[in-house]
């Protein structure tokens, strides 16, 4: 059974940068998608991107306007989110889920499709 723990997470100054990182336990990451997604207090949970199993495609939300990089690590079976040019809007608790999908470049945006959830870590930016 996949089990993700995402780490990483705290307070930051607004413009810094985080780097938050999917961690899979009892399984490897090598057959899964991952996905990012975000959810503020009071606000539905949001895609924040993600990035297909081998690697090739990766796909973001339009607010991350090309400050987050998506990445992955094999032999560390672990994927990366890597955060720039922080907002106060970007302050959420962040998830990490994973689904198999049928073609290895492809991954989706929506919360149906994950079918494996981490716990989450909060990231807090400060104004």
């Known amino acids: 059974q996949l089990r993700l723990v995402e780490s990483g997470g705290g307070l930051v100054q607004s413009g810094g940068s985080l780097r938050l990182s999917c961690a899979a336990q009892g399984s490897t990451l090598d057959d899964y998608a991952i996905a990012w997604f975000r959810q503020a207090p009071g606000k539905e949970r949001e895609h924040v991107g993600c990035i297909s199993i081998n690697g090739g495609t990766t796909d973001f939300a339009r607010f991350v306007k090309g400050r987050f990089a998506i990445s992955r690590d094999s032999a560390k079976h672990t994927v990366y989110l890597q955060m720039t040019s922080l907002k106060p809007e970007d302050t959420a608790v962040y998830f990490c889920?994973?689904?198999?999908?049928?073609?290895?470049?492809?991954?989706?945006?929506?919360?149906?499709?994950?079918?494996?959830w981490g716990q989450g870590t909060q990231v807090t930016v400060s104004s």
């Open positions: 889920a994973a689904e198999n999908p049928f073609i290895e470049s492809t991954c989706f945006d929506s919360v149906s499709a994950y079918d494996y």
